[in-house]
């Protein structure tokens, strides 16, 4: 027992490196891709020929933020940055065990989430904060327990000691403070907590740090950034480093974060948050309104919708997307009442953008390279709602924001290449030939709209400063002019309706709808409110103008009659407010690039098979009788995974080494391993024996993964060959003849599944099929195969499953029990393995509450629910040809929460009625009480 719960300890601790590792991706880039590197004092960037440019930019402002951030101390190490070209996710992370940094280079297009800064420098001046993070939070418990586990035992006290709203929250303060932009400077960045407190929504502490099933709450990005301005601007600007510091030296081993706030702001903790939300809520003058003006769609009970893009449908009803908490991304048909009617589930998509004529539907779709997983698409589709089919426009294309003109023959998209340069691209709907128009002028295009005629495409642009502008372009002669001048003001959701366009533009503090009218160009303000006015559709013939907003429910929709009379003219969009009174021009890093000393940094050839081992973490084995160490080592380009142990047993005297690989930069993964034990002591019929074991394993694995529209594809094919010795040494050596084993295993398994919403316990449609089959090479024939297929179907409501399984498993009867066994009993059974045994097993899970509810910061619930089951085991005896069934029906209690407000765990309890007698133990109770833990745990 005190073994489970020494492992079960360290399995949770290291849950934060594998919480801080989920957007790598294993062996994804192909073998043939050339590398090259630049290196600098602090930084070495390793990126592909595409992005020179971008890579030269980044070291010049990588190595500029770290001079110019707000110090959390002086501690400088080099770190590489990986430029990820191929996908179309914009992202970006850094990470220790190994430490390395990956930037995910298509640039985000909505322009209001993320800044409109060029989206490489936006990251170097978001991630630089982060290294400068991990650089000087290593010291103190980090530094310590560093030295016991290595890079691992670092992330693990920097994660448990520094809460992950604080690494977000001070990032995004920087990224505001270094640009003319940054998040902090957005207002819809705001939106989500002023419509908590629009709605007099007084969350707890806990509940804003962990989120919510049932309610909107807004991430810890916001969070963070409110809790660190608020500190910066009342006690100074070198607050949080002493916060920080005071903090990792744990001056208090319970909640020394906490400890450390108290001591350098002389508030308690709670106090502290209550002050900064205080702050925050006064600067935007909150009044509460919890209803808004002209909403048609309705807030459901326990949930949080989210409406997108609302177009008007010939017959006068609206079409939008609609996803939520429990329902995934689907079109709806809305009426004049806001009553709702079920369209079309919509393709796995990163991009939620979609334009309406006549019927037609075009909108983009997400697909992957079935082998490398960085290799990602994003493609167009067209859905003829009349005869409810879809047809694909592109193939294998990195297509975005597409608009279908009126006589629905071309489509015009937004092409971002793995250069970082942008296009328009024309597609025509009958041939699918694709046109790029020129772009001399290096602009970002986003939102791209026809005009009534056809002939010239309106488009938000930015430029190389983060500066946005409107221009037109001529489609026949490419000739393009501005139509709204440039300036440091996002723009976003373009819409034409005849010589109007309607954007959403931020000013003073909000995002607010705007019409051009492109004749003579006169600007008109239409419409503000406090969560901002976005996507809007504008009906000439009934002048009513639909839009979307956002409250504590989510994004909803509204629709108000346009009058002239009500719009408000303006001589022009002034740039951002100056929110942050932390900024100004010398700190800018686009104002002062200019003037910046270009770097003259050396541009090398990056040798993938150099830089294969980067051992960066260790654990040792301290559990009677077991003592040892391993080490483990992951490359930069995450193609190599090397484990390195050894172990010595007090109780057999034996020392045991080995060594695992697992390769993945070719198409066919590749696995190896090989152990050593000397010197084991058993006892054989009484007698003391000494011997020697010896084996290596090796195999191949191909992991390919589909995603052809609504659902995913997984299918992962594995072969390996085991070779096992003994030798006998010593006295033992003349009794017993060395022994030689080995097996051969092959397996295919195959998924399918659809997307799932988030309260979703599991995907409502989903299936699995798991092949193995293993045998001998050498000696007595065994061999064993093993069948496991799943099902997943919708329950009686939306949030409720049932899952069904059946197994089937048989082997010889002379060596096949040599193989473990893999099938899953039923519940309170101990297991037995016979030649032959079939399993079916029928679950209904279902959600019994939402308690958002935590305990001393240590462990917050958010959810409890339930699975009532049955399970039927049949076993047969070749040799006596008996059957026997074990028949169990009970219950599970499963409570999923979050360890330390950061870490995912859920366990339960499961209760289990004995309908036939155990075999190991006929008198086993028939009512049986089992703990459930996650079997990575165990």
């Known amino acids: 027992m005190l073994k489970i719960f020494y492992r079960l300890g360290l399995s949770i601790l290291f849950a934060s490196f594998i919480h801080a590792t989920k957007a790598q991706v294993f062996g994804g880039l192909r073998p043939s891709l050339k590398w090259y590197q630049i290196k600098t004092d602090s930084l070495r960037i390793v990126f592909p020929k595409s992005l020179l440019t971008e890579a030269k930019e980044i070291a010049e402002a990588g190595h500029w933020a770290l001079q110019h951030q707000q110090p959390l101390g002086n501690k400088h190490k080099s770190i590489t940055i990986l430029l990820q070209h191929q996908t179309t996710i914009s992202n970006g992370y850094v990470g220790l065990a190994p430490r390395r940094s990956e930037f995910f280079m298509m640039p985000e297009l909505s322009n209001y989430q993320l800044t409109s800064i060029p989206w490489h420098i936006q990251l170097t001046l978001h991630e630089l904060r982060h290294i400068s993070q991990f650089n000087n939070f290593n010291r103190g418990f980090p530094k310590g327990m560093g030295l016991f586990l290595g890079e691992q035992g670092s992330a693990i006290a920097m994660n448990a000691i520094i809460p992950n709203w604080f690494w977000e929250g001070d990032a995004v303060n920087q990224e505001t403070k270094m640009s003319a932009q940054g998040r902090g400077r957005l207002p819809y960045f705001y939106n989500g907590y002023r419509s908590l407190w629009l709605d007099n929504k007084k969350y707890g502490y806990q509940k804003l740090r962990n989120g919510s099933l049932k309610d909107y709450v807004p991430d810890h990005y916001q969070l963070g950034y409110l809790l660190v301005n608020f500190a910066e601007r009342k006690y100074g600007a070198d607050i949080w480093k002493r916060i920080t510091h005071s903090a990792l030296n744990v001056p208090s081993i319970f909640y020394p974060f906490q400890h450390a706030v108290k001591k350098h702001t002389k508030l308690s903790y709670p106090k502290f948050v209550r002050k900064a939300f205080e702050y925050h809520q006064d600067s935007f003058s909150i009044t509460r309104q919890s209803t808004i003006p002209g909403l048609i769609t309705r807030k459901e009970r326990a949930n949080v919708l989210q409406y997108a893009y609302p177009q008007l449908m010939e017959e006068g009803t609206i079409l939008a997307l609609k996803s939520g908490y429990r329902q995934i991304p689907q079109w709806v048909q809305i009426d004049s009442v806001g009553k709702e009617k079920f369209l079309r589930v919509k393709d796995i998509s990163q991009d939620d953008y979609f334009t309406y004529r006549n019927g037609t539907v075009v909108y983009t779709a997400y697909q992957i390279h079935p082998r490398w997983g960085w290799e990602n698409y994003s493609i167009i589709r067209c859905w003829d709602m009349n005869a409810d089919t879809v047809r694909q426009l592109s193939f294998q294309s990195r297509l975005f924001q597409p608009d279908l003109s009126t006589d629905k023959q071309w489509v015009v998209a937004v092409h971002s290449g793995i250069d970082m340069q942008s296009a328009l691209a024309l597609i025509q709907t009958a041939g699918q030939s694709i046109r790029y128009l020129p772009n001399p002028n290096g602009f970002t295009f986003t939102y791209p709209r026809f005009t009534a005629d056809g002939n010239a495409v309106v488009a938000a642009v930015r430029n190389k400063v983060g500066d946005m502008g409107i221009i037109r372009v001529n489609i026949t002669d490419n000739h393009a002019d501005t139509l709204l001048s440039f300036n440091n003001h996002p723009i976003s959701f373009l819409q034409l309706s005849k010589d109007k366009v309607f954007f959403t533009a931020t000013q003073q503090g909000s995002d607010a709808l705007y019409c051009l009218q492109t004749d003579n160009l006169q600007l008109y303000e239409i419409k503000t409110l406090p969560n901002g006015v976005y996507q809007s559709y504008y009906d000439t013939a009934s002048s009513y103008l639909y839009w979307v907003t956002q409250n504590a429910s989510g994004m909803h929709i509204g629709k108000d009659k346009m009058e002239e009379s009500s719009m408000r003219g303006v001589d022009k969009l002034n740039g951002l407010t100056e929110k942050d009174p932390g900024f100004n021009a010398d700190n800018d890093y686009l104002q002062q690039a200019s003037v910046i000393a270009e770097r003259n940094d050396e541009v090398k050839p990056y040798r993938k098979g150099l830089h294969l081992l980067y051992p960066h973490s260790w654990r040792p084995i301290l559990f009677e009788p077991d003592y040892g160490l391993q080490i483990f080592s992951d490359n930069v380009m995450n193609t190599l995974q090397s484990e390195l142990n050894y172990n010595y047993n007090r109780n057999e005297q034996s020392h045991t080494a080995g060594m695992n690989l697992l390769y993945g930069g070719w198409y066919p993964q590749l696995f190896a391993g090989v152990t050593q034990t000397w010197n084991r002591n058993i006892l054989l019929d009484n007698e003391s024996v000494v011997l020697n074991e010896s084996g290596w394993r090796g ?80 000696g007595d024939w065994g061999n064993q195969l093993f069948v496991n297929a799943g099902i997943y179907l919708p329950g009686l409501l939306p949030n409720h499953h049932l899952v069904g399984f059946v197994s089937w498993q048989g082997r010889d009867t002379l060596r096949g029990d040599l193989f473990s066994n893999n099938l899953a009993f039923s519940r309170g059974y101990n297991a037995v393995n016979l030649p032959r045994a079939f399993r079916w097993s029928a679950n209904y899970h279902f959600p019994l509450l939402y308690p958002d509810f935590g305990v001393a910061n240590l462990m917050y619930f958010m959810r409890v629910r339930a699975d009532l089951f049955y399970d039927y085991t049949e076993l047969k005896s070749l040799r006596t040809g008996r059957h026997f069934s074990l028949r169990s029906a009970g219950a599970e209690l499963f409570f999923d929460t979050r360890l330390w407000n950061q870490f995912p765990l859920s366990f339960g309890i499961r209760y289990s009625r004995l309908l036939d007698k155990d075999l190991v133990n006929p008198n086993l109770d028939p009512n049986q009480f089992e703990l459930v833990l996650p079997m990575n745990i165990l």
């Open 699 to 778: 195999g191949v694995f191909v992991p390919l993964t589909f995603v052809p529209g609504k659902t995913i594809h997984r299918l992962d094919l594995n072969a390996s060959l085991q070779v096992d010795q003994v030798q006998y040494q010593g006295a033992s050596a003349l009794k017993f003849r060395n022994e030689n084993f080995s097996f051969q295993s092959v397996s295919f398994n195959w998924s399918h599944r659809n997307q799932q919403a988030r309260q979703h316990i599991f995907p409502r449609w989903a299936q699995s099929l798991r092949l193995q089959y293993r045998s001998t090479v050498s």
